[in-house]
């Protein structure tokens, strides 16, 4: 339906968000889905270090 309030599954997923904590450098970033996804192929976005899964916490969003 044109118009419509609610977005796809999809997009809901892109809006979670999380904190990345970078071990190199220490900077911490909040990021969403997508950013997550490409912090993780892609590396820190400050310094270039390597990126896991494990430097990333959800951030509750009351969803």
């Known amino acids: 339906m044109a ?3 609610r977005g ?3 997009e809901h ?3 979670k968000e999380h ?3 970078c071990s190199e450098c ?3 970033i ?3 889905e997508g950013m997550r996804e490409a912090i993780v ?3 820190c976005p400050v310094c270039g270090a390597a990126a896991t899964d494990a430097q990333f916490a959800p951030i509750d969003t009351g969803e």
């Open 30 to 32: 909040t990021v969403n």
């Open 3 to 5: 118009g419509s309030v």
């Open 13 to 15: 997923r892109y809006m």
């Open 26 to 28: 220490g900077q911490q």
């Open 41 to 43: 192929s892609s590396g």
């Open 19 to 21: 904190e990345f904590t």
């Open 8 to 10: 796809t599954r999809e």
